[in-house]
């Protein structure tokens, strides 16, 4: 599976953006796609993930940063793409936003917890 992820850029604090992050090779069946950030000298950390199987979608989570303010979604005609939506955003959500994928469905909110790694987009948001 390689990844790559869309949709980065600069916004005034309040402003939204969508991220997308598209994934190809063998993306079928169940998957658990998660979205992770890295702000300068600090560590990277989880932000959002949604998990699929054959039998229908699984949960979503989020960390309680962005919680309320950010969706996490993904498109079932097309299964191997997922998107980010993010409103409110806060200078602190300035980061690099990475995504992430793991052949099966996980509850994991570390970087441990996934395999594939897509490079990351960069988002700025300007108080």
């Known amino acids: 599976v390689q990844l790559q992820a869309f949709g980065g850029g600069l916004v005034q604090a309040g402003g939204s953006l969508r991220l997308s992050c598209a994934a190809s090779g063998r993306t079928f069946g169940s998957s658990t796609m998660a979205w992770f950030r890295q702000a300068p000298a600090k560590e990277r950390e989880f932000v959002a993930r949604i998990s699929w199987s054959s039998w229908g979608d699984g949960n979503t989570y989020y960390a309680d940063s962005v919680k309320g303010r950010f969706t996490i979604s993904r498109d079932k005609a097309e299964n191997a793409r997922v998107y980010l939506q993010m409103n409110s955003l806060k200078p602190e959500d300035t980061a690099v936003y990475y995504c992430?994928?793991?052949?099966?469905?996980?509850?994991?909110?570390?970087?441990?917890?996934?395999?594939?790694w897509g490079q990351g987009t960069q988002v700025t948001v300007s108080s």
């Open positions: 992430a994928h793991e052949r099966r469905v996980t509850v994991a909110s570390t970087v441990n917890g996934y395999r594939t």
